[in-house]
Nanobody, 124 residues
Framework: QVQLVESGGGLVQAGGSLRLSCAAS????????MGWFRQAPGKEREFVAA????????AYTDSVKGRFTISRDNAKNTVYLQMNSLKPEDTAVYYC?????????????????WGQGTPVTVSS
């Protein structure tokens, strides 16, 4: 069982930055692929970024490439999402997710554990 707790969301102006953190419980964090997803009001949850346990070749959705960076610190059981050059369309609740695999997965259906989410609002 893995418990995930996100933090770092908030209100920021367009062009600003935020860093989201997701702290995971348990002693096997390094065995998990970690993902970030987001859900805007009235929309389906969508993939943002994912990183496998050795951080090799993270995956990003096209709309955040070059602006967002996913990283992890296995010693701290934490995954991060650095978000730069934020746009109003990035406004959403951001969720951290985990699945025990070596693969980098981009579908929400493939993740087993989810956090409660942290809201991000980007004003224009």
């Amino acid at each position: 069982q893995v418990q995930l707790v996100e933090s770092g969301g908030g209100l920021v102006q367009a062009g600003g930055s935020l860093r989201l953190s997701c702290a995971a419980s348990g002693r096997t964090f390094s065995s998990y692929t970690m993902g970030w997803f987001r859900q805007a009001p009235g929309k389906e949850r969508e993939f943002v970024a994912a990183i496998r346990r050795d951080a090799y070749r993270p995956a990003y959705t096209d709309s955040v490439k070059g602006r967002f960076t996913i990283s992890r610190d296995n010693a701290k059981n934490t995954v991060y999402l650095q978000m730069n050059s934020l746009k109003p369309e990035d406004t959403a609740v951001y969720y951290c997710a985990a699945v025990r695999t070596i693969a980098v997965l981009t579908s929400a259906r493939e993740y087993d554990y989810w956090g409660q989410g942290t809201p991000v609002t980007v004003s224009s």
